[in-house]
């Protein structure tokens, strides 16, 4: 039976690696190629990188740092941040990486994704949705690092992005990242219930119980994990690390 | 000296990195003289089926592939899409296979229960069927598994054919081996040290 993955997410900042905590104070982590070798050590599932700088700061990719991430890693990679044309994701692809994930430029031209389905195929395309909690308790999508507010709510995007043509969606907690509270489960139920492309849920994973709740009860395909992976504990030091194997494979692939 | 057919459609940079990595000879190429000259040959694919088809067509590689894989015996491994252009057709697409192998290519969707989602993409277990030279050493690891992404999968005419078999919804041939043509439905360039074995054993053959 397939596995439910299990993915380190990992954020890019001018060349460094970061870990965030709601999208803001960016806490240096370390350099992403020795990070990266650590992780094709441990045999993750997967590993998602999201430049967090360069859809604010209208940079392009740093293709530099990705090329030598290609070339150490032997699993599957996805890269989002300043995707702005098929041209440019043709380049991350040819560099070795499976996956291109678009944001903030699929709200100023949604047609990207259908031209990114085409040429590449949907499974090379996943959507981020980045979602913010409103006053009153609702859903509200974010861009451009969670510095913009779009005016459609999380489950009207995903089936819009699912009709344009996504692979696959990475739905984030904007209040959950970097928490260590757990996943939006409610979020992620609902927006796994409205689409059929796996749903990655990403944002407050503390622990593997937080994992399987968002697996069983929210209907997440694969599990995004930060702060888990690259500190130590809440509140302390860096230590790049991934849950036990045997472990995780009893708690998400038994629900 | 292995060359990876490069025709525009495949993650050739992955192959070559980890081919390397196993201290195999390896080339990216889309030049007739580099399938002239190859031990082995590498086709990869991501992608639809007919676009591949036409691809190969257009590229003038189709002569020289046919040649050297159905006279001169040398071995190919298919990988992914390139795995199901080694069938006779496929449900995705209107332009006949390379018809390498005695197979047709078919959709997990109307296959497999609606609530499994399509592609079937990630990380999944393989079970030994026919022993092969590709797959020397898999009794021996726990749990083989790779990385798969795909809507579409094979089925082979002669079920010795199949050398590791997967389930997802249904259990299906996720590689085969008829003579010298070899196939894989999953990414061994992306599969940690199981896809660095295989990708080994092929080098070795």
């Known amino acids: 039976m397939l596995r439910v993955r299990v993915i380190p997410c990992l954020l890019l900042r001018q060349g460094s690696l970061v870990k965030t905590v709601r999208f803001r104070k960016p806490a240096y982590i370390g350099d992403p190629i020795n990070t990266v070798r650590i992780f094709n050590e441990l045999e993750v599932d997967e590993l998602a990188f999201l430049d967090v700088a360069a859809s604010v700061e209208d940079q392009d990719p740093d293709l530099g740092v990705l090329r030598q991430i290609a070339d150490e890693c032997f699993m599957p990679l996805s890269y989002g941040g300043g995707i702005r044309d098929v041209a440019t994701a043709d380049r991350i692809l040819q560099i070795g990486f499976e996956k291109v994930i678009v944001n903030s430029a699929s709200f100023e031209n949604p047609q990207l994704i259908a031209d990114l389905a085409r040429r590449f195929g949907s499974q090379a395309v996943v959507v981020s949705i980045d979602v913010k909690r409103t006053l009153l308790g609702g859903y509200k999508v974010a861009s451009r690092s969670a510095t913009s507010v779009q005016p459609q709510g999380p489950v009207q995007w995903a089936r819009e992005v699912e009709r344009l043509g996504a692979g696959e969606i990475l739905l984030t907690s904007v209040d959950r990242e970097g928490t260590w509270q757990g996943f939006d489960v409610p979020l992620t139920a609902r927006v796994t ?63 | 000296m292995i060359v990876v057919v490069d025709y525009g459609m495949g993650n050739v940079g992955s192959i070559a990195n980890m081919l390397r990595k196993v201290g195999a000879d390896a080339q990216i190429s889309s030049k007739t003289q580099d399938i002239e000259k190859a031990d082995k040959l590498i086709l990869p694919g991501v992608g639809a089926f007919d676009a591949a088809m036409e691809r190969i067509s257009t590229s003038g590689l189709r002569a020289a592939l046919d040649r050297r894989v159905l006279a001169d015996k040398v071995p190919v491994l298919g990988i992914c899409l390139g795995m199901q252009l080694l069938t006779e057709r496929s449900e995705e697409g209107e332009r006949p296979g390379l018809a390498w192998i005695a197979a047709r290519t078919v959709a997990f969707r109307g296959r497999i229960e609606p609530r499994l989602k399509s592609p079937h993409m990630g990380w999944n277990l393989v079970t030994p069927h026919t022993p092969s030279a590709l797959t020397a050493g898999f009794d021996s690891i726990e749990e083989p598994r790779f990385y798969f992404v795909h809507s579409y999968y094979i089925e082979c005419q002669d079920s010795t054919a199949a050398i590791l078999r997967t389930t997802y919804g249904v259990t299906y041939d996720s590689a085969v081996q008829q003579g010298n043509v070899y196939g894989v439905q999953f990414h061994p360039e992306k599969s940690h040290h199981y896809g660095m074995r295989l990708l080994e054993n092929f080098a070795k053959l």
């Open chain 1, 193 to 255: 219930d409205a689409v059929n492309v796996p749903v990655i849920a990403h944002g407050g994973a503390g622990s593997i119980e937080h994992m399987r709740e968002v697996v069983r009860d929210g209907g997440a395909s694969a599990v995004a994990l930060g702060s888990l992976v690259v500190y130590q504990n809440k509140g302390m030091g860096v230590l790049v690390n991934f849950p036990d194997k045997p472990t995780l494979t009893r708690a998400l692939n038994a629900t």
